[in-house]
């Protein structure tokens, strides 16, 4: 159990990690080859610390495997981290409760058909 937010997104962030490296053993596999890192988008700056910074801290005791996964797959090039902004996540929608605007626009990018609607 995580006993922090930024331990909670880098724990998130290392099984997204083990996923990356898993599409790329697949693209491999099937001769494509990457030619850029695999980009992925975390929300919360601390943890995108963590995976850059050499040296560890108080706060990072816990997480100290989840640390070597994906330190080792930013420095080997297969992963480029990048933040993002929470409210620019659509998947928010799913886990948490909106105002009615920021909803609405989150419901228009996920692109969904209302299946009991006459059109």
Known sequence: ?????????????TTA???AQWLSYS???MH????????????????????NNLTFHERTRHIEM???IVREK????????????THHQTT???S????????????SKLNLKNIYSSA
Request: charge should be negative; hydrophobic fraction near 45%.
């Open 27 to 29: 693209f491999i596999d």
């Open 66 to 68: 989840d640390y070597h």
């Open 32 to 51: 494509i080859p990457l030619t850029q890192p695999i980009t992925l988008f975390c929300d919360n700056w601390s943890a995108i610390h963590i995976a």
């Open 96 to 107: 948490n409760a909106l105002q009615p605007g920021p909803f609405s626009i989150s419901l």
């Open 17 to 19: 990690t083990c996923e």
């Open 1 to 13: 159990m995580a006993r922090n937010s930024s331990e909670a997104k880098y724990r998130s962030l």
């Open 74 to 85: 930013v420095l080997a090039k297969l992963l480029h981290l990048l933040l993002i902004s």
């Open 92 to 94: 928010y929608i799913l």
